[in-house]
């Protein structure tokens, strides 16, 4: 099996800075993509930041110029900065990681998710 364990969330003031990561653990033969979603409260799940296998980039327009993504394929882990924080980055954020378990089989996978808070 694989998880994916998220890290760095919680409180921080408007305009302040946090850092998530996330690390994928398991049976894994190789890693597609990885990114970052969150779930604001009372809405749906929506994409924040992801990067595929080939090194592309893709972001929400939300963060573009405050999210940077970051990805160690070596290390199967994903980071997420963040910066200029905005009450409205207020949510759940979750990894999700797209891996094959085998050369045939793959799968998607979500962490746990993890809170950030934005307030004063």
């Known amino acids: 099996q694989v998880q994916l364990v998220e890290s760095g969330g919680g409180l921080v003031q408007p305009g302040g800075s946090l850092r998530l990561s996330c690390a994928a653990s398991g049976t894994i033969f190789r890693t597609i993509a990885m990114g970052w979603y969150r779930q604001p409260p009372g809405k749906e799940r929506e994409l924040v930041a992801r990067t595929n296998s080939g090194g592309g980039l893709e972001y929400a327009d939300s963060v573009k110029g405050r999210f940077t993504i970051s990805r160690d394929n070596s290390k199967n882990t994903v980071a997420l900065q963040m910066n200029s924080l905005k009450p409205e980055d207020t949510a759940v954020y979750y990894c999700?990681?797209?891996?094959?378990?085998?050369?045939?089989?793959?799968?998607?996978?979500w962490g746990q998710g993890t809170q950030v808070t934005v307030s004063s």
């Open positions: 999700q990681a797209y891996i094959y378990v085998d050369t045939s089989q793959w799968s998607i996978f």
